[in-house]
């Protein structure tokens, strides 16, 4: 059976949502690591925006007859709000002030996006990427290559 792409980066998304999910616990914890959790979460979503950015907007992006080529602008967009909202949560952890209002924005933020790429992009990736390029783009979403480990940041 193929790969579906479109599965894999809705379960990636899911995943990414249960870091989160473990750094709230981690946050409500007496003696828990916050930012290591916080370090994790971010590590796993940036991975899954450059994989987007570098593997999937391009394909898309060139293929102009499809509906789903109309979003790839306004995802780029969002992206460019979601990650420095990640980077403002990390520094209030850091700097052990309230994180919560800006984890809000956040979260807001990144659900709304989820859900459009979701809903009107990922299902014209199985018709519109080749098998390798799926393929590519899997071991891409599944390897923290393009970050290394944060736990052994400072
Ligand atoms: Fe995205
Ligand atoms: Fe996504």
Do not use: W
Not at 23 to 44: C, D, H, I, M, V
Not at 116 to 141: C, F, M, N, P
């Amino acid at each position: 059976m193929s790969l579906s792409i479109d599965i894999a980066l809705s379960e990636d998304h899911q995943s990414i949502d249960g870091y989160f999910d473990a750094y709230l616990e981690e946050k409500r914890k007496p003696g828990g690591n916050a930012l290591q959790s916080f370090r994790t979460y971010k590590a796993s979503l940036l991975r899954h925006i450059k994989c987007e950015e570098d593997l999937i907007f391009p394909i898309l992006a060139k293929a102009s007859d499809e509906p789903a080529s109309a979003e790839v602008s306004t995802l780029r967009d969002e992206h460019q709000i979601i990650v420095p909202l990640l980077m403002e949560v990390e520094k209030h952890i850091k700097e052990g002030k309230d994180s919560t209002s800006v984890e809000r924005k956040l979260f807001e933020e990144l659900h709304e996006h989820n859900a459009r790429e979701e809903l009107k992009v990922y299902g014209a990736l199985d018709r519109l990427l080749s098998e390798s390029q799926k393929q590519e783009a899997a071991e891409a979403l599944k390897s923290m290559r393009f970050f290394p480990d944060t736990a052994s940041l400072p």
